[in-house]
């Protein structure tokens, strides 16, 4: 998210048009795609905790050399490295927190989770407001490289495998037997104990699995409401900065207006996540319908900072907290050995 926000200030020492930055802002959710493509199958088979841990390095790395980039090619190609990483990371991240939670609250806990997206987006923005009048836009990524670096040793040392793909591939049953006694510790198992998943194990390739058994049409369905609700997010998430210092807005008090869309999308998805919950997924045409009103407001209020703050809200409450909520969606709907795909 970051790019967006100190978008205003690199158009500004580059001596750019505003519209230059937009192949910067595409290459990386480009590469964000392509990593979500083949690192979502190659999790089904090699495990969700690898990929996390590859992923979060590669974004960590991409966001600390970005801080060096002298042009908007070289800023173009390091976007799409990192949108590799994040490509990778976001779908096992969903996938693993899905299957180890219980289906009564399955949407409310991966929606808490993805909390940390939104979280992450907002206190970018505040950062980026402390840090580019002190220190230059660079510094917003040598903040931003760093720590996703320090969380490395703390992934590998304690971050667990999924559960439920060890145990619907068949594989290590000591290992999840140890995963098993971590959540009930005074459960005990027989030494040659084996585990299963109440699923089928679906053999191949993962990728093929979402169109058989009656689930193409809902994958179909899910392609539309992804491609729909993304594009609004990374329009909005990715241009309002620039669009508020254009109205006037000092660069600073652009990318904090800004990140009231990712403070909307925290507190909507903390109320949607139980309602989801409850009452289905249904829930979920009535955020998005209430998103037409919100972000349409957006483009009438530019006038006032109130009035444009609050839009800014209400779209990220309805267009974040949607999204995170049809991430939970796709997470409940794939079995094991195809969910990080299907996510992806």
Same mark, same amino acid.
């Given at each position: 998210?970051?790019?967006?926000?100190?978008?205003?200030?690199?158009?500004?020492?580059?001596?750019?048009?505003?519209?230059?930055?937009?192949?910067?802002?595409?290459?990386?959710?480009?590469?964000?795609?392509?990593?979500?493509?083949?690192?979502?199958?190659?999790?089904?088979?090699?495990?969700?905790?690898?990929?996390?841990?590859?992923?979060?390095?590669?974004?960590?790395?991409?966001?600390?050399?970005?801080?060096?980039?002298?042009?908007?090619?070289?800023?173009?190609?390091?976007?799409?490295?990192?949108?590799?990483?994040?490509?990778?990371?976001?779908?096992?991240?969903?996938?693993?927190?899905?299957?180890?939670?219980?289906?009564?609250?399955?949407?409310?806990?991966?929606?808490?989770?993805?909390?940390?997206?939104?979280?992450?987006?907002?206190?970018?923005?505040?950062?980026?407001?402390?840090?580019?009048?002190?220190?230059?836009?660079?510094?917003?990524?040598?903040?931003?490289?760093?720590?996703?670096?320090?969380?490395?040793?703390?992934?590998?040392?304690?971050?667990?495998?999924?559960?439920?793909?060890?145990?619907?591939?068949?594989?290590?049953?000591?290992?999840?037997?140890?995963?098993?006694?971590?959540?009930?510790?005074?459960?005990?198992?027989?030494?040659?104990?084996?585990?299963?998943?109440?699923?089928?194990?679906?053999?191949?390739?993962?990728?093929?699995?979402?169109?058989?058994?009656?689930?193409?049409?809902?994958?179909?369905?899910?392609?539309?409401?992804?491609?729909?609700?993304?594009?609004?997010?990374?329009?909005?998430?990715?241009?309002?900065?620039?669009?508020?210092?254009?109205?006037?807005?000092? *660069? %600073?008090? +652009?990318?904090?207006?800004?990140?009231?869309?990712? !403070? @909307? $999308?925290?507190? =909507?998805?903390? #109320? /949607?996540?139980?309602?989801?919950?409850?009452?289905?997924?249904?829930?979920?045409?009535?955020?998005?319908?209430?998103?037409?009103?919100?972000?349409?407001?957006?483009?009438?209020?530019?006038?006032?900072?109130?009035? *444009? %703050?609050? +839009?800014?809200?209400?779209?990220?409450?309805?267009? !974040? @907290? $949607?999204?995170? =909520?049809?991430? #939970? /969606?796709?997470?409940?709907?794939?079995?094991?050995?195809?969910?990080?795909?299907?996510?992806?």
């Amino acid at each position: 998210q970051a790019i967006g926000y100190v978008a205003p200030a690199i158009a500004k020492e580059w001596g750019l048009g505003k519209g230059v930055l937009g192949p910067v802002f595409s290459a990386g959710l480009f590469g964000l795609m392509i990593g979500a493509l083949v690192f979502g199958p190659l999790a089904d088979r090699i495990g969700r905790k690898k990929i996390i841990v590859f992923s979060t390095a590669a974004f960590g790395v991409g966001a600390l050399i970005t801080a060096y980039a002298q042009d908007v090619t070289t800023l173009q190609i390091i976007r799409f490295l990192t949108g590799l990483g994040l490509g990778g990371a976001m779908p096992n991240a969903i996938a693993m927190t899905s299957e180890y939670n219980p289906h009564r609250r399955r949407a409310t806990m991966v929606m808490i989770m993805f909390c940390g997206f939104s979280v992450g987006a907002a206190l970018g923005g505040l950062l980026a407001a402390d840090l580019i009048p002190r220190f230059g836009w660079r510094s917003v990524f040598i903040v931003g490289g760093i720590a996703p670096l320090l969380m490395l040793p703390l992934l590998v040392w304690r971050l667990p495998e999924s559960v439920r793909f060890l145990a619907s591939s068949g594989r290590d049953s000591d290992r999840v037997a140890g995963l098993l006694k971590r959540i009930s510790p005074h459960t005990s198992f027989a030494p040659d104990a084996r585990f299963t998943a109440q699923e089928t194990h679906l053999a191949g390739i993962p990728v093929v699995h979402l169109f058989r058994e009656n689930r193409a049409p809902v994958t179909l369905l899910l392609w539309v409401v992804f491609f729909m609700s993304l594009l609004d997010l990374y329009f909005l998430s990715n241009w309002l900065p620039t669009v508020l210092n254009d109205l006037g807005a000092s *660069v %600073s008090a +652009a990318a904090a207006i800004g990140s009231l869309l990712q !403070v @909307g $999308g925290v507190v =909507g998805t903390f #109320a /949607l996540g139980s309602v989801i919950d409850r009452f289905s997924f249904r829930a979920l045409a009535l955020v998005y319908f209430g998103a037409v009103f919100a972000v349409g407001a957006i483009g009438q209020l530019g006038h006032s900072v109130v009035l *444009v %703050s609050l +839009a800014i809200f209400a779209a990220g409450f309805c267009v !974040v @907290g $949607g999204q995170i =909520g049809a991430n #939970a /969606l796709a997470a409940g709907f794939y079995p094991t050995s195809v969910r990080a795909s299907g996510v992806g």
